[in-house]
């Protein structure tokens, strides 16, 4: 799983390949898949046939005695509802056109749900009325646009009338009424979400929960709702509800988009790393970086989502500041130098849950501090005192609201998961129905809102019959929700309309659980204006699209023929051949299924081949270092004994005097590493050509290698000179990168030896090899005053060893100070052992007749002389590795970190090269000790007075580089505090 999140990253260019293909390949099936066409009157009976038993199953569920409806679920025991829009969406046919019918009805039922949240029943009630009747006066030949206009017409009408008599409510005891009808008269129910609202506002996020008692009980805990959901319904965890919920997240909030998949991936990491669900709010998650989070959620499994940031310019900011301060997360903002490349645990927010919707997310139980969250909110109050622009203090006092406000939480208990479910679905539609009604008023329940506004028709004037027709249909649809309620309580639902439309009274209506006419208002039977107007207005509009329809196309399903099987010794006789319907129906969620389907195997291939390559890039640079050793070893030979052992070559007796044209100081400088650089420089993605060039062909570039470095021998001694003269800047370049590198290494040493806790040093590894580095250094120290300043002559070198006596102590102090971040002893004294040994080096490099160096190189191989070269390749290969992935202690302060693609080369190859290039030009120079006209004796190396000096000078330059690092952020840090810090205010204006 772990891998998984580095793996399945993508790449924008693959998606937009992919959506292609597939989404082409898909299409010609669709193309030449074989369609079934009906039109006219045989469509629209097909049609109407699913609409009515899709109808007829949920109108069951309508009313105070609403029957009960059993669903056979793929898995787990069958779920019984009494919920209309489940039932629903429960429903599919075999037959594909009256499929289309069924789908329709279950649209106007979502769409219902959406806006209202209620009253799906209704709407599905009224869908079959309205198309039912016109499908018959279709039939009887009216002309089905008048009939749509008519209906049209009648319904705008119905609207007004009802809009007319709505009341809106305020109290308790009518939000109390509103939810127990809704909740099929369970007043428990109803009492619970009025006490909810009570206490959080009306305004305020109520969410409901599975109890884990017999009792359904009401929780009020610190939360806030965003007025955003999920970026992509592949974030759901809960198909039933079609929302994401994430126990115990980490909540990450980034101010600016998001782009960069490797930061991304990091995130996902610290997500997997601590085995918890991850929210991501930021101002968008674009495509690539958001196929990472799907692409992990689908094969990974984990639980993951993002959400777009609420609001716009300074409000999105304020709002991700409420955020952070509710949840104890840090904002992640460019304006503070912050990126998602450092970011680490300490970062996130946590709370106790989060529930994300298509449209909204509510946060609950935040991490933050509490006294924190007191200031914000004393100081969004503070500025709404002081602002003078109304919408901006309403804005203000909706952030205020929504950090103090609180969310209200109930939970749903019963004896068992089946009753918990039933429950908490009538809790839904109730909590949805009620907050309607406070929102645009209610109406007297029971149908007879719909029913009374009928009679509002009765003198409604049209243009011609075909409308008048259309009215009527309305008309009568408007008395089904009655009937339905009355014929569900068992009892003749036509006796019952007949009587109600009889009375003046427009608040009378039939209390279907007691079975008597009672005043609706006054026994609290009401409905949300809301409900019934959004289930009317949606009824009518798809009835009007159905009813208007001559031509119905559908595909004829797929047979699939199975081999039959012959009856043994019944020769002739085989079975007939059976055959399997299944249907093919790509629309475009299958799209957007198959699309990401094959792109994540594209993905992965990608992804492995990435891997792989990567690895041998990697793996590559071991080569190079070795190929470098043997390079240099090569002309450390040509220099003291290539002349005598190619003497026997004609071309050797012309190569000037005694060879010294071709071999000594310009031998050296004729080995050089530059092609590899100019070959690999531009090198981007892993699956360019140059990419392998570097990884790979190591048999044709050793014989590339020797062929250049014997064709070097024939490039005449000028040229070679002016090459000279220029590895004199280069070796120079490479010591300040040498130094860099030594320096990181050493901090990162540091931290990995040297815990954090001070109390813990006293007894650490680190503390103990601290010590060793130091007595190192004093016993250098000590060695070299009496070995090279043993008289009042050898001021020279006294000065050397004396300034690096104060460079030590001034090293070790500032390593001490408790303003240093990257304090330490280890790392203090590991430098220090480093510049005694330059300073070391750099004495000994003098030359022979200085009376004052003790034990020159006369010739001979010494310890001296063999560490020093290996230091040098040491440097050489750190340098050049850090050019690379492997660890971030090797990261200089000076290279920018870059948002990379998955097939980015894993480091600058050219940079690479570069390093080794400029790493021969140092070597070179340490042969002929930077004198073009130096006559080095054997085995030597570095000696002479312009080797002292660049010793000298590096040793001080190293020192200087330590020293910055150490003092650099204190020095800093007031410039900082300098500048003008913003109010509060400011800050989230």
């Given at each position: 799983?772990?891998?998984?999140?580095?793996n399945?990253?993508s790449?924008?260019?693959?998606?937009?390949?992919?959506?292609?293909?597939?989404?082409?390949?898909?299409?010609?099936t669709?193309?030449?898949?074989?369609k079934?066409?009906?039109?006219?009157?045989?469509?629209?009976?097909?049609?109407l046939?699913?609409?009515?038993?899709?109808?007829?199953?949920?109108?069951?569920?309508?009313?105070?005695?609403?029957?009960?409806?059993?669903?056979?679920?793929?898995?787990?025991?069958?779920?019984?509802t009494?919920?209309?829009?489940?039932v629903?969406?429960?429903?599919?046919?075999?037959?594909?056109?009256?499929?289309?019918?069924?789908s329709?009805?279950?649209?106007?039922?979502?769409?219902?749900?959406?806006?209202?949240?209620?009253?799906?029943?209704?709407?599905?009630?009224?869908?079959?009325?309205?198309?039912?009747?016109?499908?018959?006066?279709?039939?009887a030949?009216?002309?089905?646009m008048?009939?749509?206009?008519?209906?049209?017409?009648?319904v705008?009408t119905?609207?007004?009338n009802?809009?007319?008599?709505?009341?809106?409510?305020?109290?308790?005891?009518?939000?109390?009424?509103?939810?127990?009808?809704?909740?099929?008269?369970?007043?428990?129910?109803?009492?619970?979400?009025?006490?909810?609202?009570?206490?959080?506002?009306?305004?305020?996020?109520?969410?409901?929960?599975?109890?884990?008692?017999?009792?359904?009980?009401?929780?009020?805990?610190?939360?806030?709702?965003?007025?955003?959901?999920?970026?992509?319904?592949y974030?759901?965890?809960?198909?039933?509800?079609?929302?994401c919920?994430?126990?115990?997240?980490?909540?990450l909030?980034?101010?600016?988009?998001?782009?960069?998949i490797?930061?991304?991936?990091?995130?996902?990491?610290?997500?997997?790393?601590?085995?918890?669900?991850?929210?991501?709010?930021?101002?968008?998650?674009?495509?690539?970086?958001?196929?990472?989070?799907?692409?992990?959620?689908?094969?990974?499994?984990?639980?993951?989502?993002?959400?777009?940031?609420?609001?716009?310019?300074?409000?999105?900011?304020?709002?991700?500041?409420?955020l952070?301060?509710?949840?104890?997360?840090q904002?992640?903002?460019?304006?503070?130098?912050?990126?998602?490349?450092?970011?680490?645990l300490?970062?996130f927010?946590?709370?106790?849950?989060?529930?994300?919707?298509?449209?909204?997310?509510?946060v609950?139980?935040?991490?933050?501090?509490?006294?924190?969250?007191?200031?914000?909110?004393?100081?969004?109050?503070?500025?709404?005192?002081?602002?003078?622009?109304?919408?901006?203090?309403?804005?203000?006092?909706?952030?205020?609201?929504?950090?103090?406000?609180?969310?209200?939480?109930?939970?749903?208990?019963?004896?068992?998961?089946?009753?918990?479910?039933?429950?908490k679905?009538?809790?839904?539609d109730?909590l949805?129905?009620?907050?309607a009604?406070?929102?645009?008023?209610?109406?007297?329940?029971?149908?007879?809102?719909?029913?009374?506004a009928?009679?509002?028709?009765?003198?409604?004037?049209?243009?011609?019959?075909d409308?008048?027709?259309?009215?009527?249909?309305i008309?009568?649809?408007?008395k089904?929700?009655?009937?339905?309620?009355?014929?569900?309580?068992?009892?003749?639902?036509a006796?019952?309309?007949?009587?109600l439309?009889?009375?003046?009274?427009?608040?009378?209506?039939?209390?279907?659980?007691?079975g008597?006419?009672?005043?609706?208002?006054?026994?609290?039977?009401?409905?949300?204006?809301?409900?019934?107007?959004?289930?009317?207005v949606?009824a009518?509009?798809?009835?009007?699209?159905?009813?208007?329809?001559e031509?119905?196309v559908?595909?004829?399903?797929?047979?699939?023929?199975?081999s039959?099987?012959m009856?043994?010794?019944?020769?002739?006789?085989?079975?007939?051949?059976?055959?399997?319907?299944?249907?093919?129906?790509i629309?475009?969620?299958?799209?957007e299924?198959?699309?990401?389907?094959?792109?994540?195997?594209?993905?992965e291939?990608?992804?492995?081949?990435?891997?792989?390559e990567?690895n041998k890039?990697l793996?590559?640079?071991?080569v190079?270092?070795?190929?470098?050793?043997?390079i240099?070893?090569?002309?450390?030979?040509?220099?003291?004994?290539?002349q005598?052992?190619l003497?026997?070559?004609?071309?050797?007796?012309?190569?000037g005097?005694?060879g010294?044209?071709?071999?000594?100081t310009?031998?050296v400088?004729?080995?050089?590493?530059?092609?590899?650089?100019?070959?690999?420089?531009?090198?981007?993605?892993?699956?360019e050509?140059?990419?392998?060039?570097?990884?790979?062909?190591?048999?044709?570039?050793?014989?590339?290698?020797?062929?250049?470095?014997?064709?070097?021998?024939?490039?005449?001694?000028l040229?070679?000179?002016?090459?000279?003269?220029?590895?004199?800047?280069g070796?120079?370049?490479?010591?300040?990168l040498?130094?860099?590198?030594?320096i990181?290494?050493?901090t990162w040493?540091?931290?990995?030896?040297?815990?954090?806790?001070?109390?813990?040093?006293?007894?650490?590894?680190?503390?103990?090899?601290?010590?060793?580095?130091?007595i190192?250094?004093?016993?250098?120290?000590?060695?070299?005053?009496y070995?090279?300043?043993?008289?009042?002559?050898?001021?020279?070198?006294?000065?050397?060893?004396?300034?690096?006596?104060?460079?030590?102590?001034?090293?070790?102090v500032m390593?001490?100070?408790?303003?240093?971040?990257?304090?330490?002893?280890?790392s203090s004294?590991?430098?220090?052992?480093?510049?005694?040994?330059?300073?070391?080096?750099?004495?000994?490099?003098?030359?022979?007749?200085?009376k004052?160096?003790?034990?020159?190189?006369?010739?001979?191989?010494?310890?001296?002389?063999?560490?020093?070269?290996?230091i040098?390749?040491?440097?050489?290969?750190?340098?050049?590795?850090?050019?690379?992935?492997?660890?971030?202690?090797?990261?200089?302060e000076?290279?920018?970190?870059?948002?990379?693609?998955?097939?980015?080369i894993?480091?600058?190859?050219?940079?690479?090269?570069?390093?080794?290039?400029?790493?021969?030009?140092?070597?070179?120079?340490?042969?002929?000790?930077?004198?073009?006209?130096?006559?080095?004796?054997?085995?030597?190396?570095?000696?002479?007075?312009?080797?002292?000096?660049?010793k000298?000078v590096?040793?001080?330059?190293?020192?200087?580089i330590?020293?910055?690092?150490?003092?650099g952020?204190?020095?800093r840090?007031?410039?900082?505090?300098?500048?003008?810090?913003?109010?509060?205010?400011?800050?989230?204006?």
């Amino acid at each position: 799983m772990y891998r998984l999140v580095t793996n399945v990253a993508s790449k924008a260019r693959i998606a937009r390949n992919c959506t292609s293909q597939i989404g082409s390949r898909l299409n010609s099936t669709r193309n030449y898949a074989a369609k079934d066409i009906r039109f006219g009157v045989e469509a629209r009976a097909l049609i109407l046939k699913g609409v009515e038993d899709l109808a007829d199953a949920v109108k069951v569920t309508m009313g105070p005695k609403g029957r009960n409806v059993i669903i056979e679920q793929s898995w787990g025991a069958p779920k019984v509802t009494k919920d209309g829009v489940t039932v629903a969406k429960s429903i599919e046919f075999k037959d594909r056109i009256k499929n289309v019918g069924a789908s329709l009805v279950k649209q106007v039922a979502n769409a219902t749900n959406d806006v209202a949240g209620d009253g799906t029943t209704c709407a599905t009630v009224l869908t079959r009325a309205i198309f039912t009747e016109g499908c018959k006066s279709v039939a009887a030949g009216m002309n089905a646009m008048d009939l749509r206009r008519g209906i049209k017409l009648a319904v705008d009408t119905v609207v007004t009338n009802l809009q007319s008599r709505a009341r809106m409510i305020s109290t308790s005891e009518e939000i109390a009424q509103v939810g127990t009808i809704s909740a099929n008269g369970d007043r428990e129910i109803g009492e619970l979400i009025a006490k909810a609202m009570e206490t959080v506002g009306k305004e305020g996020v109520i969410t409901i929960q599975d109890g884990k008692t017999l009792f359904n009980e009401l929780e009020v805990v610190e939360g806030m709702k965003i007025d955003r959901g999920y970026i992509s319904p592949y974030f759901i965890t809960n198909p039933k509800t079609q929302k994401c919920e994430l126990e115990d997240p980490l909540i990450l909030i980034h101010e600016k988009k998001i782009s960069n998949i490797n930061a991304m991936v990091k995130v996902l990491e610290l997500a997997l790393k601590k085995q918890r669900p991850l929210l991501i709010v930021a101002e968008d998650v674009e495509s690539d970086a958001l196929a990472t989070l799907i692409l992990n959620k689908l094969r990974a499994g984990i639980k993951v989502c993002a959400v777009k940031a609420p609001g716009f310019g300074e409000n999105r900011k304020a709002n991700l500041h409420d955020l952070a301060a509710l949840t104890g997360a840090q904002v992640i903002t460019e304006e503070l130098g912050m990126n998602l490349d450092n970011i680490d645990l300490s970062m996130f927010g946590n709370c106790k849950k989060i529930t994300v919707s298509k449209d909204d997310t509510v946060v609950l139980d935040g991490a933050g501090d509490k006294q924190a969250i007191g200031e914000r909110c004393e100081q969004i109050r503070s500025m709404v005192e002081a602002s003078t622009s109304d919408y901006d203090k309403e804005k203000l006092q909706e952030r205020l609201a929504k950090l103090s406000g609180g969310v209200a939480v109930l939970k749903i208990g019963g004896a068992s998961e089946t009753e918990v479910s039933e429950k908490k679905d009538r809790v839904t539609d109730a909590l949805n129905a009620t907050k309607a009604a406070v929102e645009e008023g209610i109406v007297p329940g029971g149908g007879v809102a719909l029913l009374y506004a009928s009679k509002e028709l009765d003198k409604l004037s049209t243009a011609n019959f075909d409308q008048k027709i259309g009215v009527q249909i309305i008309q009568n649809a408007l008395k089904t929700p009655v009937y339905t309620i009355a014929s569900n309580a068992g009892v003749e639902g036509a006796v019952i309309v007949g009587k109600l439309l009889e009375q003046d009274n427009p608040d009378l209506g039939y209390d279907a659980a007691k079975g008597e006419y009672v005043d609706m208002v006054k026994a609290g039977i009401i409905d949300p204006l809301k409900v019934i107007r959004t289930a009317l207005v949606d009824a009518a509009s798809v009835s009007s699209l159905l009813t208007t329809t001559e031509a119905v196309v559908t595909e004829i399903p797929t047979k699939e023929v199975v081999s039959p099987g012959m009856g043994g010794g019944m020769g002739g006789m085989g079975v007939e051949a059976a055959t399997r319907t299944r249907p093919l129906q790509i629309n475009p969620g299958d799209l957007e299924a198959a699309h990401l389907d094959e792109l994540i195997r594209e993905i992965e291939q990608r992804s492995l081949f990435y891997y792989q390559e990567k690895n041998k890039s990697l793996r590559a640079r071991y080569v190079y270092g070795t190929i470098f050793l043997i390079i240099n070893l090569c002309a450390w030979f040509i220099r003291d004994y290539a002349q005598k052992a190619l003497a026997l070559l004609p071309y050797v007796s012309s190569c000037g005097p005694e060879g010294s044209h071709c071999f000594h100081t310009l031998g050296v400088l004729r080995i050089f590493y530059f092609i590899m650089f100019l070959s690999t420089w531009n090198t981007m993605k892993l699956h360019e050509a140059q990419n392998s060039w570097h990884s790979d062909n190591w048999i044709f570039k050793f014989f590339l290698l020797v062929l250049v470095t014997v064709a070097s021998f024939f490039i005449p001694q000028l040229y070679i000179q002016i090459y000279g003269e220029i590895a004199r800047v280069g070796a120079g370049i490479f010591l300040g990168l040498q130094l860099v590198s030594v320096i990181e290494f050493i901090t990162w040493w540091n931290n990995y030896w040297m815990p954090h806790d001070q109390s813990k040093q006293s007894c650490s590894f680190g503390l103990v090899m601290s010590i060793v580095f130091y007595i190192g250094s004093v016993c250098g120290i000590a060695v070299m005053y009496y070995f090279y300043a043993a008289s009042t002559a050898c001021g020279l070198n006294m000065f050397f060893i004396s300034w690096t006596v104060v460079l030590l102590i001034v090293m070790m102090v500032m390593s001490l100070h408790s303003k240093v971040k990257n304090r330490g002893l280890l790392s203090s004294g590991i430098m220090a052992s480093y510049i005694v040994f330059l300073c070391w080096s750099a004495i000994r490099s003098e030359p022979s007749h200085t009376k004052c160096n003790a034990h020159t190189q006369n010739g001979h191989t010494d310890w001296t002389t063999v560490l020093s070269f290996l230091i040098a390749i040491v440097a050489i290969v750190m340098a050049t590795f850090s050019t690379g992935i492997d660890s971030e202690s090797f990261r200089f302060e000076f290279r920018k970190d870059e948002a990379k693609e998955e097939d980015d080369i894993p480091y600058s190859y050219g940079f690479f090269h570069l390093v080794f290039s400029l790493g021969a030009m140092y070597f070179a120079m340490l042969f002929i000790s930077w004198n073009l006209s130096h006559s080095p004796q054997k085995w030597s190396i570095d000696v002479g007075w312009t080797s002292t000096w660049v010793k000298i000078v590096n040793e001080w330059f190293a020192a200087a580089i330590y020293l910055w690092k150490l003092i650099g952020p204190i020095v800093r840090q007031p410039r900082v505090h300098e500048q003008p810090q913003p109010t509060a205010a400011e800050v989230d204006r």
